[in-house]
């Protein structure tokens, strides 16, 4: 990949149902030369689905990362058992036996529960638990909001093909092209649903790496997260804030060669405000469903409205 097949690949996982003749008006292409490279980063196995999923937030669940070096043989089939549990939904694995394992919970008491599944399966010792900030003015709370059975067969519909055109989804739900459009527009626009892609950038021959960044104790992680992505985009993919590790970061990083990531991590390092940081390399991850997906597939059966 090359920094425009980055660029395409942060604004889809941002909004995967976002046309190709507006991808192209931001990046200066024409509209033929998103759609080949959107093609290709497809058929490489880069981009493996155009996903839609309802926001974690409208079930006031929340999302943690554990992470830590681990001491199971085989190392690199972990996921495998870790998958078993429906609250996992991302797996990585970086060099050093460290892996990284994302949750989604329904609620702060399945946490304790949860840290020791991972901790069991992965056998990692000493996991660092992490619980993910949400980003900065996003809505979380969704007191007045209710999905009705028309929004989960919508979501469903688009679940795993999320570029799927109106019409088809009116189709395939059984109403008009009219009501799905005003469904979908309310879902989008109250930010109930998170339309995104499952990337795979291990597929490449690109090198992902995450940088751990120690912050001085005075340092403000909102406007330093800002300050960094200004500065180290798009080798900079995102950060991960974590609302009880306040003096972490953890950095998503790429690069074309390992000359390019010394120097940005080496740059990152002299940035004000980091007093340390470590690097991983990651050298392949794996997504998986979870119980909100499943969720949707239950509800869009069901015939009456139901709550978020």
Known sequence: MDKIDIMLSLMLLNNSRSPYHELADRLGLSINAVHKRIQAMAEAGIIRAYTARINLAVFKGLSVWIFG?????????VHTKLQANDSTYWVAYSGGGYIYVGGFLRDIDQLGQYVAFVKGEAQIADPVVGILSPPPGSPVAFREEKLRSLDYRIIRALQKDAKKP?????????????AIQRHLKRLIDRNLVELSIDWYPDASNDIISICHLQLAPTADKVKMTAA???????????????SNLPDQLICFLWTNAMKE???VRERLGKVEGVESSMLNVLYTGFIFDTWRDKLVLERSSQGKDRSG
Do not use: I, Q, Y
């Not at 109106?166 to 009219?178: I, P």
């Not at 200004?230 to 804030?241: G, S």
């Open 69 to 77: 070096r681990s001491d199971a043989r085989p190392f690199d089939e």
């Open 228 to 242: 960094l992505m200004e500065e180290f985009t798009p080798n900079l993919l995102f950060c991960m804030n974590f």
């Open 261 to 263: 990531l010394k120097e």
């Open 166 to 178: 109106v019409s088809e989804v009116a189709v395939e739900v059984g109403t008009s092209a009219k």
